[in-house]
Each structure stands twice: as C-alpha cells, then as structure tokens.
C-alpha cells in the first residue's frame, strides 16, 4: 500500500506564508512527478504546482512568483512555500503522487486527503 499524508495548512493573514508537506510512504519502488492542487467552495479543483523527479517546476499563473514547489527525493516528500498569500488562495490544498510501486513496476496515482488554508484577516 501507498500512503499520502499532506500537513501544513493552516490560518494565515493576507501578506503571510505558509509551508505545505505532502510525505509519501509504503511499496515504493520511485516517486516520480508529484503535484500540488486545490479546490475552492464551489470550485473546480485546480493544478497549483507541479514538480519532476529531476526538480523542473511549473507553476499556475495564479501562483508565479509567490509559492515555490520542492522537494526531498530522500524523504519522499514534496513541499509547497506559499509566500504573499491572497484570499483568494483559501482552498483545500491536495498532492497528488505518481508512484512507480516495488516488484510490480505499475505507476499509479495516490492522493492525500488534503489540507485546509484559510487566507482571512
């Protein structure tokens, strides 16, 4: 089995930051891409960020020059810095993990229960 636990969320004021977690653990033979979405009320859920297992990065244009996605190959475990947050920004923030899975060789895609930000004065 593969799990996908995010952490970080939180209440923020606007201006403020924020650093996302999303750790996977389990079968895993590789983690390869591994992106960030979230989802407003009422909204569809969105990509956010996404990053390769080389570390390219591409980011949502609502997001450019705010937040900064990485992450730690060893643990692995991808981050999402969130600077200058907006309110706009509130949603429930999801990873999304591409997994290569031990002695099978399947790839698959895990979620994680996701993680609430909240962006209010």
């Known amino acids: 089995q593969v799990q996908v636990v995010e952490s970080g969320g939180g209440l923020v004021q606007p201006g403020g930051s924020l650093r996302l977690s999303c750790a996977a653990s389990g079968i895993i033979s590789s983690l390869n891409a591994m992106d960030w979405y979230r989802q407003a009320p009422g909204e569809e859920r969105e990509l956010v960020a996404t990053?390769?297992?080389?570390?390219?990065?591409n980011y949502a244009d609502s997001v450019k020059g705010r937040f900064t996605i990485s992450r730690d190959n060893a643990k692995n475990t991808v981050y999402l810095q969130m600077n200058s947050l907006k309110p706009e920004d509130t949603a429930v923030y999801y990873c999304n993990a591409k997994v290569t899975i031990k002695y099978t060789g399947l790839s698959l895609n895990y979620w994680g229960q996701g993680t609430q930000v909240t962006v209010s004065s």
């Open positions: 990053i390769t297992s080389g570390g390219s990065a």
